[in-house]
Structure formats: structure tokens, C-alpha cells
T-cell receptor, first 113, second 114 residues
Framework: KNQVEQSPQSLIILEGKNCTLQ??????????LRWYKQDTGRGPVSLTI?????NTKSNGRYTATLDADTKQSSLHITASQLSDSASYIC????????????FGSGTKLNVKP | SAVISQKPSRDICQRGTSLTIQCQVD?????MFWYRQQPGQSLTLIAT?????????ESGFVIDKFPISRPNLTFSTLTVSNMSPEDSSIYLC???????????FGEGSRLTVL
């Protein structure tokens, strides 16, 4: 069964600290993996995309990794800011015809001053 | 990128009534989707809105409850029919970027059913 699992479910960190969010998936065949940020009351916005051949990709203070062999991805946030407080959703594209999007349940990050 | 406008942004409705949510995209797109996000949860695909033909519904969602229209490549509507409190949720319109395959989302329509 094609699934995407994220951990932790929620996380509280102090401003300025780093954190890492995890995403494990069983989607096959695999096309790509995106991390989305969803601020409260807003729609999700893409942070980064990882394809099969990519191991690491950065977008400012966000760094995503992908291990296609173990089917794991992580999102590392460096020097967190209050504005990083949001839900982070891992979305894997793949399955039959590589045409379906599979959503993780998200990690709710709360950055405290 | 695609800019998506959804309305209403929020509404409070009475049990048994119906509400239609509109989604307008600033460019022509092939793939348009409707998602539901229940409180504290991630997104669940309701259906794919197909231009010129009936929408394709996911398991657990039916046309009688969630009729969808897609009259052209830039517009779609989702109706939540005969609402109950269990329909209280955020409903999101999404399109697939033609060049990148990225999903772009509207701001969502927060629906509360009393």
C-alpha cells in the first residue's frame, strides 16, 4: 500500500535552534517528493522538490535530503525563526502512471521566542 | 506559478443547507483538484475536476454529496450538499503546474456547519 508517514507529529523548539523533520514513504513507483509549508489559515506552499537522483537540496534555511534506497526524506531547518511556525507536509508523487499525490499527515512546528 | 483565488474564504452554514465554493486560476491548467483538510489533519483528495466531463471521485466521496463543475480550464466549483457538522473542514482547490508538475493551492475555504 502506498503511504507517507511523517514524524514527529508536533515539535516545539526555541527560536534560533535547528530541527529535523522526517518523512518515510512506501510509494512505488516513485516520481518525486516535495516538502510543503502550510501556515495557519493558508494553503500549502512548496519549499523544495526531490527527484530520484537528488540527495540534498537547499532553499535558504531549509535543506531537504532524500535516500531513495531506504525511502526516507528529511527536512532540516537551520536557525529557526518565529515565522517558521507552521505545518510541514511531505508529498510523494508516484504510484500507477506516476500520477498520484500521496500526502503525509504533517509535522506541526511551533517556534517559541 | 499559478495564482488561485477561492471564495468564500470562510462561511458558517446551517445543517441541511448546501454551499458552493468557487476556484479561479490565473492561467489555463489541465489538472485541477479539490481537497478536504479536517481540523489538525493533512489533505485528502476529494476529486479531480475534469474539463468537459464528469469529475473523478476518490473512494469515500460521491457526486451527490460533492457535485463539481469545470466549465473551462480556469474555473471550477465544488458544492458541499446537505451539510452536517461532520462537513466542517477546510476545502482547498489545487492545480498542477504544467511545467514543473508542482501542486499550487488556493488559500482554502473554511466551512463551519452548525
Amino acid at each position: 500500500k502506498n503511504q507517507v508517514e511523517q514524524s514527529p507529529q508536533s515539535l516545539i523548539i526555541l527560536e534560533g535552534k535547528n530541527c529535523t523533520l522526517q518523512c518515510n514513504y512506501t510509494v512505488s513507483p516513485f516520481s518525486n517528493l516535495r516538502w510543503y509549508k502550510q501556515d495557519t489559515g493558508r494553503g500549502p506552499v512548496s519549499l523544495t522538490i526531490m527527484t530520484f537522483s537528488e540527495n540534498t537540496k537547499s532553499n535558504g534555511r531549509y535543506t531537504a535530503t532524500l535516500d531513495a534506497d531506504t525511502k526516507q526524506s528529511s527536512l532540516h531547518i537551520t536557525a529557526s525563526q518565529l515565522s517558521d511556525s507552521a505545518s510541514y507536509i511531505c508529498v510523494v508523487r508516484g504510484g500507477y502512471n506516476f500520477n498520484k499525490f500521496y500526502f503525509g499527515s504533517g509535522t506541526k512546528l511551533n517556534v517559541k521566542p | 506559478s499559478a495564482v488561485i483565488s477561492q471564495k468564500p474564504s470562510r462561511d458558517i452554514c446551517q445543517r441541511g443547507t448546501s454551499l458552493t465554493i468557487q476556484c479561479q486560476v490565473d492561467s489555463q491548467v489541465t489538472m485541477m483538484f479539490w481537497y478536504r483538510q479536517q481540523p489538525g489533519q493533512s489533505l485528502t483528495l476529494i476529486a479531480t475536476a475534469n474539463q468537459g466531463s464528469e469529475a473523478t471521485y476518490e473512494s469515500g466521496f460521491v457526486i451527490d454529496k460533492f457535485p463539481i463543475s469545470r466549465p473551462n480550464l480556469t474555473f471550477s466549483t465544488l458544492t458541499v450538499s446537505n451539510m452536517s457538522p461532520e462537513d466542517s473542514s477546510i476545502y482547498l482547490c489545487s492545480v498542477e503546474g504544467r511545467r514543473t508538475g508542482e501542486l499550487f493551492f488556493g488559500e482554502g475555504s473554511r466551512l463551519t456547519v452548525l
